[in-house]
Every structure is written in structure tokens, then in C-alpha cells.
């Protein structure tokens, strides 16, 4: 099993004992942290701040079902029709069943969902049938859920929080047990022993060149689980949103126009004014993502546009003001009056389907390791997620993660995997690799795709990762490249085994 640290000594480093690690403080993590038993010791990391994650930027809300004129199975037929025949629908059923116990213990802890005359705000987004996502702070949802999920963590005297700390690989023991994980802080690197350890890093959005991803996402998680041993999933399947703002301010992160914007009517235009989804599909701007993504490709280049434009002027000022106050905002710093002007967009990366294989309880096929949140693949989205589901699925499984863990009985630790060999190479120029890695993703392992463009990219970018994997990596951003490259690799390797065209994967040939 390929390894790789900073020193290369491992057992010389400082390190810590806890009884469940947690790597991640989105929602998937923070809220797995809250529903350990409160006899746990938890080490809880992250690898920035507590300001960066996708969690804290979702916007338009949490799907679940609440109106008598909706039920259960409608909620699982949406979410079954978006995964496209791909999801695993005993894990559907879970995600759906088990959403509104979720909802009331966020609203026991305080998480302010919007209300009228004292009750819950239900909005609608794409190919969902009915009226069932809520929502904060108009379009703040994900701040106002992060915020109050970090509050309590805070209170709580057996969690123990560790910023800026990132994993380098989860070790295992002479029996194949979870036993430690490697960190990294700045320059030093430690250990953090504990025989439950929970992955929940998020997504893979800085795979790409365009996303709207937290600058975190790059998918160190699924790679270290990858050399630990563990199973992936349906990594070729990348969700691409069709509506984030295009502006020059915006380039490592793009800002997102919420698909709630077309759910209260907002229409998309080209150029001359003409609504082009029309001619697409009936459910016209509404249709799924993957759908809009691509016809706004295909209208941006038969007509050589660099985007196209979202209208909801219409709604009137007071009303956007009060129902997307962020987005308003966030346009209005950038001279785009949304209730006078039409907004550029253009389809970026956004969200991932695929990554660490998990049964229903979070368990990945190494005993002691599991995976919660966008790091994981439990089923649920198959071949392309409905709108809101993911931090549905970030409480769901988080939770279930942290019941195993509370009623499992953890056997004494073998002897450490550790390694005994210093890699002394020097490093090859991981700016250019990582940089090159974004430009051969975003255009061969993006919205279209097909087999010359995809062998082309993974046959480079697998020379990058065997290269990487040779030398001693001093740094954060160098074995971020590394990871980078790891799921690259699975990405483009799904993609070019699955010939046929299915939800988010499109095959052109
Ligand atoms: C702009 C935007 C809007 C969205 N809107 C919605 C929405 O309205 N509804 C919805 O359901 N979904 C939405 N999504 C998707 C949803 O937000 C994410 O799928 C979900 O928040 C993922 O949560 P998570 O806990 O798995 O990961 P994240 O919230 O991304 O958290 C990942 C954590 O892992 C840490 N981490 C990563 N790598 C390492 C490492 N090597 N070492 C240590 N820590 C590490 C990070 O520091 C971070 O704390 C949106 C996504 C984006 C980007």
C-alpha cells in the first residue's frame, strides 16, 4: 500500500488518542460529532477554517416532505427519476424516511428556518414535483445550519475541535482496522490514534478550473481513503450547476445563482432575449441540471457567446431583497441590479455523486472507517442528485455514522502499518501539474465528454500521480496535487468504462 508523509518517520512524531476521529466540520461532520454519545472522546478537524466548507455557502435549502398534498414516495419518485436508474433505493428510502426526524432536531437546536404566519417556508427547485425545501435566511441556509451545528458543538465538553489541521492518510493496523490517521499543520505532521474514524472532507470541486466549491474540495478525503484500502463509487459522475454568476472578480470560486431563482419563475436567455430551454425540455428551465448545463453549452457555442443571462427582474425588488437577500447582494456588489438587470451565467462544477463506497450505517468496507457527507457514495444521488438532498443526506447519514459508532464494540488495536522508508526525491513542479490537472478535467473530464479526450487526460494525469507518489511531499498544497491527481484518475477512468450516456455523464461519442 503506497503511503505518503512529510518526514517519513512516522513513529517519531507527536500524537494524540481519541475514541472517534472525525475529519470535516461541514454539516456532515458536525452534525455526526453532535449524535456521538456524549461519553466519546472527539477530535474534530478541519483543514482551513470554520469559514470554509460547502456547507456554510449552500443556499437555497434542505429538501423534505412537510405538506399534506405531498408525501413519502413523491419525494423518493424525484430523487430516483434524477438519479436516472442509478440509485440505491433501499438508501433512497432511508435519505426520505428518516428526513423530517432530522428537520425537528435542527429545529430543537435552533436552526432558524424561514416561517410565514408561523409556518415553515416550503419553495420548489428543479424536477422536484412538489414544494418541499426549506430554508434560512432566505438563500443563507447553509450559513445559518453551519453556524448553529458549530455553536453546539462547541458546548459540547467531549468534542474537541482542531482548525487548520489536514489529513495526509488514515493508517491501518496488521489486521486491516482503522487504527490512526497522519496530519499535517503547517510543517509538522502528527498522529491521532482512534479506532472510528470518519471521513466527511466534502467534495472535489478544485478538480476543476470553473466550481463553486469551498477551496478546500480536493478530494483529499477519497484519496487517502483510496490508499487506505477503501472502495469508490461512481466516481465519473460530476454534477455540473447551470447558473453561477460569470464576473472577472470570480475566478477561484464561483458564486452561485440558486436553482430557486428558476423555481420562482426566473427564465434563462440568450443573447437576443430568447427563452432557448423552451425548445429543450417541458419542464423548460426547471428540467434537471445536467439537462440545462448542457443546452447552455450548446447556446454559448452555436453562438459564440461567453454566457448566457437569468431574468427575474419581474418579481419586483421587495420581494428578491427579502427571498434571495444574498444573491441580491453578492450581484449588486458586482453592478447587477437583479431587479432591473439580467444576470451572466454560465454552467460550472458543483457538486459529486461519486466516492467512498458506504453501506447504510456509513461503514466503508475497512473496519473502524466511515464516510458521511459529499465525500461519500451511500446511493442516494445515482447518477445525478436532486436539488437539495445533499445536506439532506449530509444529517442522515451523519447521524447513522454516529449510531454504529455508539453501539460498536471496538477491539483492542493490532500492531501499525507504519512506514519505515524516507522517500528522499525531490519534488516535480506541482504548480504546473495541479494547474494542468484543472485545464484537462474541465475540458476532457467535464459537462460533455468522450473517449479520445478522456484516455488523453487520464494517461497524463496518471503520470503526474505516479510521479507525485515517488517524491517526499513538504507541504499541504503538494499532497493536495497528489489527491487531486488520485481522483482525477478514478474520475476519468469511471467515465471512459461508461460508455453510454446517464444522467450527469454525458458521452458525446
Ligand atoms: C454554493 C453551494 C450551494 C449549495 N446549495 C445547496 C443547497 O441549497 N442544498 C443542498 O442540499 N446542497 C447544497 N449544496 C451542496 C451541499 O452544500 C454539500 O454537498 C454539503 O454541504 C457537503 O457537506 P460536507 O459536510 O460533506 O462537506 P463540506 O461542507 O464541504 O465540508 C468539508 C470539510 O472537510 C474539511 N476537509 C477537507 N479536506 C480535508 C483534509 N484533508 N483535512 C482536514 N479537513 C479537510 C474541510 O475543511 C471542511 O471542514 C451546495 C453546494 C455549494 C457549493
Request: glycine share 8%.
Amino acid at each position: 500500500m503506497k503511503r505518503e508523509f512529510v518526514t517519513g518517520k512516522l513513529s517519531e512524531c507527536p500524537s494524540y488518542n481519541y475514541d472517534v476521529i472525525i475529519i470535516g466540520m461541514g454539516a456532515a461532520g458536525l452534525y455526526a460529532a453532535l449524535s456521538i454519545d456524549k461519553s466519546c472522546n472527539v477530535a474534530i478537524l478541519n483543514k482551513y477554517s470554520e469559514e470554509e466548507s460547502n456547507s456554510i455557502n449552500a443556499q437555497g435549502g434542505i429538501a423534505t416532505v412537510r405538506l399534506s398534498d405531498d408525501c413519502l414516495e413523491n419525494h423518493i419518485r424525484d430523487t430516483l427519476k434524477a438519479g436516472a436508474g442509478l440509485c440505491n433505493e433501499e438508501a433512497v428510502n432511508v435519505l426520505v424516511s428518516e428526513s423530517n426526524a432530522e428537520i425537528e432536531r435542527l429545529i430543537e437546536i435552533g436552526v432558524p428556518f424561514d416561517t410565514e404566519n408561523g409556518r415553515l417556508c416550503l419553495s420548489r427547485e428543479g424536477a422536484h414535483s412538489h414544494d418541499r425545501i426549506l430554508h434560512c435566511g432566505g438563500d443563507a441556509t447553509g450559513y445559518h445550519l453551519t453556524v448553529t451545528l458549530l455553536k453546539e458543538v462547541k458546548k459540547r465538553e467531549n468534542i474537541k475541535i482542531f482548525n487548520n489541521l489536514m489529513l495526509c492518510d488514515i493508517i491501518t493496523d496488521d489486521k486491516g482496522n482503522a487504527a490512526a490517521i497522519s496530519v499535517i499543520d503547517k510543517n509538522n505532521e502528527f498522529l491521532i490514534y482512534a479506532q472510528n474514524i470518519i471521513i466527511a472532507t466534502g467534495g472535489i470541486g478544485h478538480l476543476y478550473r470553473n466550481s463553486t466549491n469551498s477551496v478546500c474540495c480536493t478530494g483529499d478525503g477519497i484519496a487517502a481513503a483510496i490508499r487506505a484500502g477503501a472502495n469508490i463509487d461512481n466516481m465519473e459522475f460530476v454534477q455540473f450547476h447551470p447558473t453561477a454568476l460569470i464576473h472577472p472578480d470570480l475566478s477561484m470560486k464561483f458564486f452561485l445563482i440558486s436553482e430557486a431563482l428558476r423555481g420562482e419563475g426566473a427564465i434563462l436567455l440568450n443573447r437576443k432575449g430568447e427563452r432557448f430551454m423552451l425548445k429543450v425540455h417541458p419542464l423548460a428551465e426547471l428540467a434537471p441540471r445536467d439537462i440545462v448545463s448542457r443546452a447552455i453549452i450548446s447556446e454559448m457555442k452555436q453562438n459564440d457567446l461567453p454566457c448566457v443571462y437569468l431574468d427575474i427582474s419581474f418579481k419586483g425588488r421587495d420581494f428578491l431583497k427579502k427571498r434571495f437577500p444574498k444573491i441580491y447582494e453578492e450581484c449588486m456588489k458586482r453592478g447587477i441590479d437583479i431587479a432591473f438587470n439580467w444576470i451572466p451565467v454560465i454552467p460550472v462544477q458543483h457538486y459529486f455523486m461519486g466516492g467512498i463506497t458506504t453501506d447504510l450505517w456509513g461503514r466503508t468496507n475497512i473496519n473502524g472507517l466511515y464516510a458521511c457527507g459529499e465525500c461519500s457514495c451511500t446511493g442516494v444521488h445515482g447518477a445525478n442528485r436532486l436539488a437539495s438532498n445533499s445536506l439532506l443526506e449530509c444529517l442522515v447519514f451523519g447521524r447513522r455514522c454516529a449510531l454504529n459508532i455508539n453501539g460498536r464494540q471496538t477491539v483492542k488495536a493490532g500492531k501499525l502499518n507504519l512506514p519505515s522508508k524516507n522517500k528522499t526525491k525531490n519534488i516535480y513542479d506541482w504548480q504546473t501539474y495541479r494547474s494542468t490537472i484543472k485545464d484537462l478535467m474541465t475540458k476532457q473530464g467535464g459537462i460533455v465528454r468522450n473517449k479520445e479526450g478522456l484516455k488523453q487526460a487520464e494517461e497524463e494525469i496518471s503520470l503526474y500521480e505516479k510521479n507525485l507518489s515517488a517524491c517526499r511531499l513538504n507541504s499541504a498544497a503538494e499532497i493536495e496535487t497528489l489527491n487531486m491527481a488520485s481522483v482525477s484518475v478514478k474520475i476519468l477512468q469511471g467515465a471512459l468504462n461508461r460508455e453510454q450516456s446517464v444522467g450527469a455523464h454525458f458521452r458525446k461519442d
